[in-house]
């Protein structure tokens, strides 16, 4: 049964990094792309950055763009997010996406559970 598994959210200082990893395991075929999405408390959820299986392509929310960097271990069926810099505003649940093929089955989206990310003093 596939599933992704999210690790590396915590509390952090203003200024600060932090490293995500989601890992999507199981009967797999081939993963299209992964990404992380994130949601505050009267905020709407919203992309934050996607990378792609074949040419490694990304694209990140303008909120974090030279901020953050998302990169792949296809090897591993791996994405992380490398966070630096972090503001209060980054606070968030942060939840992984996958889009990919099990064996047997068809292209469908997956989700992580969410992991949680504050930033404060």
């Known amino acids: 049964q596939v599933q992704l598994v999210e690790s590396g959210g915590g509390l952090v200082q203003p200024g600060g990094s932090l490293r995500l990893s989601c890992a999507a395991s199981?009967?797999?075929?081939?993963?299209?792309?992964m990404g992380w999405y994130r949601q505050a408390p009267g905020k709407q959820r919203e992309l934050v950055a996607h990378?792609?299986?074949?040419?490694?392509?990304?694209n990140y929310a303008d909120s974090v763009k030279g901020r953050f960097i998302i990169s792949r271990d296809n090897a591993k069926n791996t994405v992380y997010l490398q966070m630096n810099s972090l503001k209060p505003e980054d606070t968030a649940v942060y939840v992984c996406?996958?889009?990919?093929?099990?064996?047997?089955?068809?292209?469908?989206?997956?989700w992580g559970q969410g992991t949680q990310v504050t930033v404060s003093s």
């Open positions: 996406n996958a889009y990919l093929l099990p064996h047997g089955l068809r292209w469908s989206d997956y």
């Open positions: 199981g009967d797999i075929f081939s993963i299209n792309h």
């Open positions: 990378i792609t299986s074949g040419d490694g392509s990304t």
